[in-house]
Nanobody
Framework: VQLQAYGGGLVQAGGSLALSCAASGGSVSTYAMGWFRQAPGKGREFVASIKGNTPSYADSVKGRFTASRDNSLNTVYLQMNSLKPEDTAAYFC??????????????WGQGTQVTVSS
């Protein structure tokens, strides 16, 4: 499956952005889908995931970000509200086979840059 994330941009602190991740060559309905981010000089960080219809979130974004999927459009989304400067990073979507326990994300899209100004 090929993944392409888009929707990043520059936003002021407190603002909102909506990221999308379009899939091809496979159906998002059959995968666990994840969102990750990587800030300059830092490692990759888990942001959110959807296993079936159940989302989960990193503590740092809980209550501000919402992950969802539209199987008919083969797309997953990350709605980001109340953005903070520390949310600045390249955001990536990923797909992995559903399983009990941690997901091994085998497929990764190119990142989309989110920059939050203070």
């Amino acid at each position: 499956v090929q993944l392409q994330a888009y929707g990043g941009g520059l936003v002021q602190a407190g603002g909102s952005l909506a990221l999308s991740c379009a899939a091809s060559g496979g159906s998002v309905s059959t995968y666990a889908m994840g969102w990750f981010r990587q800030a300059p000089g830092k490692g990759r960080e888990f942001v959110a995931s959807i296993k079936g219809n159940t989302p989960s979130y990193a503590d740092s974004v809980k209550g501000r970000f919402t992950a969802s999927r539209d199987n008919s459009l083969n797309t997953v989304y990350l709605q980001m509200n109340s953005l903070k400067p520390e949310d600045t990073a390249a955001y990536f979507c990923a797909a992995g086979r559903p399983r009990v326990g941690p997901i091994n994300y085998d497929y990764w899209g190119q990142g989309t840059q989110v920059t939050v100004s203070s």
